[in-house]
């Protein structure tokens, strides 16, 4: 029995193994959940569908748009000469072959920049630094909710200028602004009081004193991470905030929120579909299954919860 329990042990340790190689980055769909009904989980795409193309690029958003996502997450930076542009990092250098800060470039300077950095690069050969415009436009044609963070440290005085950006686009209706910054959250909802806003938060140092100043600042949700508590979680649901989880890469973890009441998660590899793509691309996603399916076997097998 003893040499029964090896071999079977050694078998899934190389198929988890197997899995991790060919399997990295590729889609899972939340459907392969019985937990999870179809519709009622509402999937954000975590700076585009940035497990089949660059986050934060116009390919990474044409993937989501036709992946069934609920919305596009971004990240904005306003330029030396006042472009907003959609980038992570306060400089260029992790996501493109420049270097320098974003706030101390002109958008001119930023466009002559190649993306050398993401998944499936190589299938996306010559792919610029985006502006918050034509991920607007991406989002429009395929009808996604932009889901846009402002950086903690953006200075509020511009918040004005983007407001009127987003104000003047036609498909307003559609936006989610989210951020850790205070005082962004509380101007953009000044200026913005139709367009929901939702306070981010990290898992450290984390309170009660952060839903008090979502409610009493008359926000509509939270953005929480994946490593918070059972009870906290429950705590945010509770007041009556919309939450937002960030940023989920495995069904459980899709599960266990979505039964804490949870109906929104950010994510780099979930899908509501199964994508399109090479033959390679479908046995990747093939083993990605098969992997869960592994794994939820093994855990009623042992009684692991």
Known sequence: MKKFISVFLAAVTVLVCTVC??????????????????????????????????????????????????????????????????MHNDTVDEMTDGTGKVSEMTYAEISELTVDSGNNLEMYPGTKVAKLTEYLDVCGEYGLHPVIE???EAEVEYM?????????????????????GREV????????????????????????????????NHLDGMDIHVFLPDDYVKAVVDSGLDVFVWTIYDIANAER?????????????????????????????????????VSVFLRELFNVN
């Open 160 to 180: 004005d200028e983007l407001a009127r950006l987003l104000l003047a686009r036609g498909d307003k209706e559609m936006f989610v602004i989210i951020s850790f």
């Open 21 to 86: 190689v060919f399997a990295q980055g590729a889609a899972m769909s939340v459907y392969s959940s019985d937990k999870i009904p179809s519709g009622t989980m509402r999937m954000i795409a975590h700076r585009g569908y940035s497990a089949v193309a660059p986050g934060n690029t116009i390919p990474a958003y044409v993937a989501a748009g036709k992946s069934d996502f609920w919305g596009a997450e971004c990240d904005i930076r306003r330029t030396k000469d006042g472009v907003w542009i959609l």
């Open 185 to 216: 959250c509380v101007r953009i909802k000044e200026l913005m009081p139709e367009t929901p806003v939702y306070y981010i938060i990290g898992y450290e140092d984390v309170s009660r004193e952060d839903i008090d100043f979502a409610l009493n």
């Open 150 to 152: 402002i950086k903690a």
């Open 257 to 293: 929120f979505y039964e804490l009441g949870v109906n929104a998660i950010t994510t780099n590899t979930l899908t509501q579909e199964k994508p399109e793509g090479s033959l390679r691309q479908q046995f990747r996603w093939a083993l990605r299954d098969l992997f869960y399916r």
